[in-house]
């Protein structure tokens, strides 16, 4: 079945290593950011987590934000 016209596309949700590639980080930073409660995953495949894109540009963000504070 193809999308409705009247509902939105879910979000793409992408593994770990993407999701660092595309935010510019290392691999170890997404799954940091899990661990200290700043990105939670929005799905998995198999023992991958997969996150949406935003969410990770947000952690990203946010991370920023708290190192220019510290």
Not at 7 to 24: H, R, S, T, V
Not at 44 to 55: C, I, S, V
Not at 56 to 70: D, K, L, N, Q, Y
């Amino acid at each position: 079945m193809l999308s409705s016209p009247h509902l939105p596309a879910l979000p793409a949700l992408i593994p770990g290593p993407l999701a660092a590639e595309e935010a510019g980080v290392a691999p170890a930073t997404i799954r940091k950011w899990v661990q200290l409660g700043h990105l939670r995953a929005a799905g998995k495949a198999g023992r991958a987590q997969l996150f949406r894109l935003e969410d990770v540009f947000a952690a990203e963000r946010a991370a920023r934000r708290r190192s220019r504070t510290a």
